[in-house]
């Protein structure tokens, strides 16, 4: 996945087994803070701004930090970049929500009831 001047994946959690519980985490694998490893918490929508835009709370582990990243200096991109994954990791899950919902539709747009034949 690609963000602004960074992407990420998600790796199975071997590597970081000890100090987090997750099955999973998200390697920040380019860009200025690759290298940099989290896992989500608690994910919670708490309303609308006043352009209607969703207001999301999350929670955060972060669990591994390349040693040239000086925490204190930059939290502030760090929790940005975080937000930035969550947001796209979200809007892909609709979209792929969006996506199985239409492939069980026919040539009418109603939904398609009909069984395949076996």
């Known amino acids: 996945m690609k963000m602004s001047n960074s992407s990420y994946i998600v790796k199975e959690n071997i590597e970081y087994a000890d ?3 997750a099955t999973h985490y998200i390697e920040i694998d ?3 803070l690759q290298g940099t490893c989290f896992t989500f918490g608690t994910v919670e929508f708490t309303g609308e701004d006043a352009e209607g835009n969703g ?4 929670d955060y582990n972060l669990i591994h930090l390349p ?3 000086i925490l204190q200096e930059r939290r502030e ?3 940005g970049n975080i937000g930035k994954i969550l ?3 979200m809007e892909q899950q609709v979209e792929d929500k969006r996506n199985i919902s239409t492939e069980n539709v026919n040539e ?3 939904p ?3 069984q395949p034949s076996e």
């Open 77 to 79: 991109e760090i929790e």
């Open 108 to 110: 009418t747009g109603d």
């Open 87 to 89: 947001q796209t990791i």
């Open 30 to 32: 380019s860009g200025p």
């Open 67 to 69: 040693e040239t990243i």
């Open 112 to 114: 398609d009831t009909e």
């Open 19 to 21: 100090v987090n519980t």
């Open 55 to 58: 207001i999301i709370n999350f």
